[in-house]
């Protein structure tokens, strides 16, 4: 069965300040990974996701992700953050095969300081 | 035009009675999902249905009970609540579940709260 780690439960950091979520996952088999972001009081929504190919993704606000296999990681960046970037942040795990079923991670709360 | 809608947003009950949340998505979508968020904004999978066909049955409680009259709708009925149940759930629905690789699309969340 596949896990997730998310290390921190809450990040602070000033506004236009770098942000590093991180994120570490456990799977024996070929894995797919996800960040979600849940801001106060709505449901989830999809931030970016790895499949294949290329190791670094990216959103279309700014964020950015990078899988490396070998640390079994998918860390969340980005370089300058907003106020409105202030939300949970979730990752998640999927495996190859099989019917779709989703490990969240315990996520980061993301808090801008103005 | 809501992708995935939930009602009701907040449900208020007293400990053992019955209660159902309603689920829509309207994305044309084959699977939706039942997650229970819990305190700690941690997230859980409890059911999840394929074309009307349930496909994950998480180790919930048998007094919870999903159904599904057609693919568009996920509904969730739970008898004699209990203290526990509170929770925020997440209705959700992706394009076909066999395609693990897809995105999941989220409902607003019903906030129950069992008094």
């Known amino acids: 069965a596949q896990s997730v780690t998310q290390l921190d439960s809450q990040v602070p950091v000033f506004e236009e300040a770098p942000v590093e979520l991180r994120c570490n996952y456990s799977?024996?088999?070929?894995?797919?990974l996800f960040w979600y972001v849940q801001y106060p009081n709505q449901g989830l929504q999809l931030l970016l996701k790895?499949?294949?190919?290329?190791?670094l993704v990216e959103s279309i606000n700014g964020f950015e992700a990078e899988f490396n296999k070998s640390q079994t990681s998918f860390h969340l960046r980005k370089p300058s953050v907003h106020i409105s970037d202030t939300a949970e942040y979730f990752c998640a795990v999927t495996v190859s095969g099989g019917y779709q079923k989703v490990t969240f991670g315990t996520g980061t709360k993301l808090q801008v300081i103005p | 035009d809501t992708a995935v809608s939930q009602t009701p947003k907040y449900l208020v009950t007293q400990m053992g009675n019955d209660k159902s949340i309603k689920c829509e998505q309207n994305?044309?979508?084959?699977?939706m999902y039942w997650y229970k968020q819990d305190s700690k904004k941690f997230l859980k999978i409890m059911f999840s249905?394929?074309?009307?066909?349930?496909?994950i049955n998480e180790t919930v409680p048998n007094r919870f009970s999903p159904k599904s009259p057609d693919k568009a709708h996920l509904n969730l009925h739970i008898n004699s609540l209990e203290l526990g149940d509170s929770a925020v759930y997440f209705c959700a629905s992706s394009q076909d579940a066999s395609a693990t690789y897809n995105e999941q699309f989220f409902g607003p969340g019903t906030r129950l709260t069992v008094l």
């Open positions: 994305l044309g979508h084959d699977t």
């Open positions: 249905y394929n074309n009307k066909e349930l496909i």
């Open positions: 790895y499949l294949s190919g290329s190791t």
């Open positions: 799977s024996s088999v070929s894995v797919y």
